[in-house]
């Protein structure tokens, strides 16, 4: 989707354990969700 | 609405800044995700940067991931913050870009932005703004930023579409986008995507 949008050089940092512990955990774990950090440039024309 | 969005994102928004609302005046209260200073920790934001602010700028914190942990701002830049909440990333921003930069953090929850303005005060920091608005509608003049960050607030809008096309909008040529957010490693059933109760809890 960021490149639908006119991004380039995504970049994506590793998974971070965002709802470990929390109560949301157990649904997070169903579905192997993760936050993660992107890096993207709108391109230089 | 577009008809191939899977909520309506009027009602998303509704709840959403419901949600945000009690996360600002309540944000020692359960929720599904963790919040303030141990979240940050946790997220590996650095202690000491974390330590120097005051408990109102941290507290009401719900994000997802560092956002400055693959490239740290530089010195004199123009920084939008897409869902600034009470403000945790735009304060970080605002050490890093220094007086010579600017920072305008921009959300749609007025308790949010409330906190975060009585706090840009106290802190004395001139170089950061608050802005009421929509991710979807950013109150930001065309490619005014060299850097828009933003952190778990994407997946709750409706049409991710349009968020990503205004950013695009406020990047100068050249810019760079650094946000964090959620991401699911196995399918979500569609019918539970049309679930608007499950977006925010």
Same mark, same amino acid.
């Given at each position: 989707?960021?490149? =639908? ?8 940092? +590793? ?9 949301? +955990? ?5 579905? =192997? ?13 | 609405?577009?008809?191939?969005? $899977? ?28 919040? *303030?200073?141990? $979240? ?14 005051? @408990? ?16 740290? $701002? ?8 897409? *869902? ?15 007086? *010579? ?5 921009? @959300? ?22 608050? %802005? ?10 065309? *490619? !005014? ?31 760079? $986008? ?15 995507? %049309?679930?608007?109760?499950? !977006?925010?809890?």
């Amino acid at each position: 989707m960021l490149r =639908d949008s006119g991004f380039a050089g995504v970049l994506t940092g +590793e998974a971070a354990d965002t709802f470990g512990g929390a109560p949301g +955990e157990a649904n997070a774990r169903a579905f =192997d969700v993760y936050g993660y950090v992107f890096l993207a440039q709108r391109p230089l024309p | 609405m577009a008809s191939d969005l $899977l909520v309506n994102p009027d009602s998303l928004r509704d709840q959403v800044r419901a949600k945000y609302r009690s996360v600002a005046l309540s944000p020692g209260a359960d929720y599904h995700f963790h919040t *303030g200073r141990g $979240l940050a920790s946790r997220l590996g934001y650095d202690d000491r940067t974390v330590d120097a602010l005051p @408990d109102r700028a941290v507290e009401s914190f719900a994000g997802v991931g560092n956002p400055f942990s693959l490239r740290p $701002l530089e010195p004199g830049e123009h920084v939008v913050d897409v *869902g600034s909440g009470a403000g945790f990333d735009s304060f970080i921003a605002a050490g890093q870009v220094g007086p *010579g930069g600017r920072v305008i953090g921009v @959300d749609m929850t007025s308790e949010m932005l409330a906190k975060a303005r009585q706090t840009a005060a106290e802190l004395g920091l001139e170089h950061v703004e608050f %802005r009421e608005g929509l991710a979807e509608a950013l109150p930001v003049e065309d *490619g !005014w930023a060299d850097v828009v960050i933003s952190n778990g607030v994407i997946n709750l809008c409706a049409d991710k579409e349009a968020v990503f096309a205004e950013i695009h909008r406020v990047l100068r040529p050249g810019g760079l $986008l650094q946000f964090a957010d959620i991401a699911n490693g196995r399918p979500v059933p569609i019918e539970a995507l %049309r679930d608007i109760d499950l !977006w925010t809890g």
